[in-house]
């Protein structure tokens, strides 16, 4: 993982097991907060795993990362997440591979 957080991964339910590994349908959704200094961005990413049986696996970490690298950095998120929950890498990159920020994404403080 390229992106190290900066506090830890804060996980809701806490320690979920990788439930996902034969699920049919498999969606996320996300939520990003940025905080622009100098040359860093403290960037905060709230992801969700939404799964067939719907349940929700939520995740939240912060990261200081360089301008420039906010999409790179949330897409990292999905995807470690989605590996995290047993997600095979081949299926989650076919899930993200339309990935693009959204401006209705972002949380304004």
Known sequence: MYYKPT???LYVPSRPKPTLKGAAEIDFDYYFSARYFEE???LD???KIIS???KVY???SNHLIKRGEVKTCVKECILTHLLRM???RKRANYILKD???SP????FQ
Do not use: A, D, M
Request: no cysteine.
């Open 7 to 9: 506090q830890g991964f």
């Open 104 to 107: 209705r994404k972002i949380q």
């Open 40 to 42: 860093n961005v403290l």
């Open 52 to 54: 067939e049986y719907e």
């Open 99 to 101: 990935f693009s920020l």
């Open 86 to 88: 047993g997600v095979s």
């Open 45 to 47: 990413v709230t992801t």
């Open 58 to 60: 939520t995740r939240i």
